[in-house]
């Protein structure tokens, strides 16, 4: 299962490249207005730095909401650089869109996904990635790690090449049910990619392993 970290700031994408495991990003615009950044250049040159930092996949997203005009913010995100996927929502001039970012070779991340009908679209116009959000999923009292098993078990019978990217991971249980559950990818705050270090026996035994070494060393 690839790891895509879902932010804007440009400190956390260094740390979890440093840290050896990231395979992407993901942002969304809620994430690139918490990274302070204004202005079509200025966010552009922010998502060509990404790129250059993390030398993978990078989601960014469109505002735009109608056919004609996804398409050309699409187009103008995807020349940004190679690297670039484009985000498009889960509405109907979204899905026609995705199809003509496919047909144009023009990768795509549909998100905003909460069905799986809606990830039967997204793969039928040829997404790249489908985004279902799990944690949004839980905030309602729905478990959101039963879609992503229902849209792997779907994808895997027809044979979609879309990959199902868990998105709206709130912890690292949540990276490891999505794992369990087929997920190509989770896209996570750097909190979640860092919690799954976390054991206190990991803890205990080191501190135990150090006190003895001192004994021979
Ligand atoms: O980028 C989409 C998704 O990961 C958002 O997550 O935490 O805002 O529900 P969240």
């Known amino acids: 299962m690839k790891f895509f970290i879902d932010t804007a700031n440009l400190d956390e994408i260094k740390e979890a ?3 050896g495991v990231l395979d992407g990003v993901t942002t969304n615009p809620s994430l690139m207005a918490k990274s302070g950044v204004k202005g079509k250049e200025n966010i552009f040159k922010h998502y060509k730095t990404i790129c250059e930092i993390v030398d993978a996949d990078v989601s960014a997203e469109v505002i735009a909401t109608t056919y004609e005009e996804i398409i050309k913010e699409g187009e103008e995100l995807a020349a940004i650089d190679d690297r670039i996927v484009v985000k498009v929502p889960m509405i109907k001039d979204g899905i026609k869109a995705i199809k003509y970012f496919s047909d144009k070779g023009i990768r795509t991340n549909c998100t905003l996904v909460f069905s799986a009908g809606q990830a039967i679209l997204a793969a039928k116009a040829g997404a790249t990635y489908v985004s279902p959000f799990i944690g949004r999923l839980d905030d309602i009292s729905f478990e959101g790690m039963d879609l992503i098993a229902q849209i792997v078990d779907i994808y895997e019978t ?12 709130r912890g690292p249980l949540h990276i490891v049910q999505a794992a369990e559950s087929g997920a190509d990818v989770a896209t ?13 026996l990991t803890d205990i035994g080191l501190e135990k392993f150090l006190s003895d070494a001192k004994n021979f060393s």
Request: net charge neutral; with cysteine.
């Open 188 to 200: 996570c705050p750097l909190s979640a990619i860092l919690g799954l270090l976390k054991h206190p």
């Open 17 to 19: 490249k440093e840290f």
């Open 158 to 169: 027809f044979s979609f090449d879309t990959q199902v990217l868990a998105a709206s991971i």
